[in-house]
């Protein structure tokens, strides 16, 4: 009778000790969020949920430093779950709307500035052309007075 017992002992524990199997379940889960704003604020949220199962078989062979192993790729399960929560922005809206005006009162008041500015350095050009041309003016004229030694000066009439 002890003798049986050992046997199905030995029986029963030997393919513990040749060989191990060691199971494993990989999860991977991806969020994604995506936000829309404006009057409404929409915030959309998807998650992706992947699942492995996986195992490795490791089988004592022969020789006592080697171990074969096997692994093995079990099934994939895929689960999405989308959540999508829309909320009312009012106070963000009239701020919005707010701090709008204000740039367009800037852009505005920036734009009459650079008219400004550039109407006066127009005028700049300007009067700087017609100090130019007075001087070529009075050049020519100098010029054609000047009479050379000897000779009468011009009379001028009223």
Same mark, same amino acid.
């Given at each position: 009778?002890?003798? %049986?017992?050992?046997?199905?002992?030995?029986l $029963?524990?030997? @393919?513990? %000790?040749?060989g =191990?199997e060691?199971?494993g379940? =990989?999860?991977? !889960?991806? %969020?994604k &969020?995506? &936000?829309t704003?404006?009057?409404? !604020?929409?915030v959309?949220?998807t998650?992706? !949920?992947?699942e !492995?199962?996986? +195992?490795?078989?490791l089988? /004592?062979?022969?020789?006592?430093?080697d171990?074969n192993f &096997? @692994?093995q790729?079990?099934?994939?399960?895929?689960d999405s779950?989308q959540?999508s929560t829309?909320s009312?922005n009012?106070?963000? +809206?009239a $701020?919005m %709307?707010?701090l709008k *005006?204000?740039?367009?009162?800037?852009?505005a008041?920036? #734009? #009459? +500035?650079?008219?400004e500015e550039a109407r006066v350095?127009?005028k700049?050009?300007?009067?700087?052309?017609r #100090?130019q041309?007075?001087? *070529?003016v /009075?050049?020519? #004229? +100098?010029?054609?007075?000047?009479?050379p030694?000897g000779? $009468? /000066?011009?009379?001028?009439d009223?």
């Amino acid at each position: 009778m002890r003798t %049986v017992i050992t046997l199905i002992f030995l029986l $029963a524990f030997t @393919p513990c %000790v040749l060989g =191990q199997e060691v199971e494993g379940v =990989q999860k991977e !889960t991806t %969020v994604k &969020t995506v &936000t829309t704003k404006g009057l409404t !604020t929409e915030v959309t949220t998807t998650e992706e !949920t992947k699942e !492995t199962k996986s +195992a490795i078989v490791l089988e /004592k062979n022969d020789k006592s430093e080697d171990a074969n192993f &096997t @692994p093995q790729t079990g099934n994939t399960n895929s689960d999405s779950k989308q959540n999508s929560t829309v909320s009312d922005n009012s106070k963000n +809206a009239a $701020a919005m %709307v707010a701090l709008k *005006e204000k740039q367009e009162r800037e852009l505005a008041a920036s #734009k #009459k +500035a650079l008219e400004e500015e550039a109407r006066v350095k127009q005028k700049a050009k300007e009067e700087a052309y017609r #100090k130019q041309k007075e001087e *070529e003016v /009075k050049k020519r #004229k +100098a010029a054609l007075e000047k009479r050379p030694d000897g000779m $009468a /000066k011009l009379k001028k009439d009223n």
